[in-house]
T-cell receptor, first 116, second 109 residues
Framework: SAVISQKPSRDICQRGTSLTIQCQVD?????MFWYRQQPGQSLTLIAT?????????ESGFVIDKFPISRPNLTFSTLTVSNMSPEDSSIYLC?????????????FGPGTRLTVL | QKEVEQNSGPLSVPEGAIASLNCTYS??????FFWYRQYSGKSPELIMS????GDKEDGRFTAQLNKASQYVSLLIRDSQPSDSATYLC?????????FGAGTRLTVKP
């Protein structure tokens, strides 16, 4: 399994500011995923980050609001821009581990964001 | 129809009982199936993977897959209070992982 770390683990931010979340994996991976999980809800995929190409965003999520960087095969950042209280959520980084269509997906510990 | 459906619960079982969690999926081409456990305030943790029809056992956990019925289940034997969590069903098709909304399980001492 992959070992994933995220920074920060939690933060409280003011409306209108931005927060960058870092994700570090202990092995090289092709795809990294960013999810959001709002209180009491299931996981919502924000975007898929591939090294060397633009991130692919899911419906309802745009690059201006959630810019993503993927400078190498072990690291990615997600920025939550111009935050509002509706952005309060847990943000999770995730990767596949394995080389076949039977890949298992693992999650980082999450970043708990509260926007005031 | 949602791609992956689970009963939201809450499902409540007494300690020592069998907890049965169910999941159905819509894409018949789905290739691999997973159960995650998520404690409150924590990230999802992979507990079971199953790829072919039948049962797969790991300790107190048994995953069951029926591709013809597009049905996946998780049985937890001898349930413990520490099993109280939300259980997410996930289905993978070509590295496109789809998650259910989760079933909240409470095991009462």
């Amino acid at each position: 399994s992959a070992v994933i770390s995220q920074k920060p683990s939690r933060d409280i931010c003011q409306r209108g500011t931005s927060l960058t979340i870092q994700c570090q994996v202990d092995s090289q991976v092709t795809m990294m995923f960013w999810y959001r999980q709002q209180p009491g809800q299931s996981l919502t995929l924000i975007a898929t980050a591939n090294q060397g190409s633009e991130a692919t965003y899911e419906s309802g999520f745009v690059i201006d609001k959630f810019p993503i960087s993927r400078p190498n095969l072990t690291f990615s950042t997600l920025t939550v821009s111009n935050m509002s209280p509706e952005d309060s959520s847990i943000y999770l980084c995730s990767v596949f581990s394995g080389g076949s269509s039977y890949n298992e997906q693992f999650f980082g510990p999450g970043t708990r964001l509260t926007v005031l | 129809q949602k791609e992956v459906e689970q009963n939201s619960g809450p499902l409540s079982v007494p300690e020592g009982a069998i907890a049965s969690l169910n999941c159905t999926y819509s894409d018949r081409g789905s290739q691999s199936f997973f159960w995650y456990r998520q404690y409150s305030g924590k990230s999802p943790e992979l507990i079971m993977s199953i790829y072919s029809n039948g049962d797969k056992e790991d300790g107190r956990f048994t995953a069951q897959l029926n591709k013809a019925s597009q049905y996946v289940s998780l049985l937890i034997r001898d349930s413990q209070p520490s099993d109280s969590a939300t259980y997410l069903c996930a289905v993978n098709l070509n590295n496109d992982m789809r998650f259910g909304a989760g079933t909240r399980l409470t095991v009462k001492p």
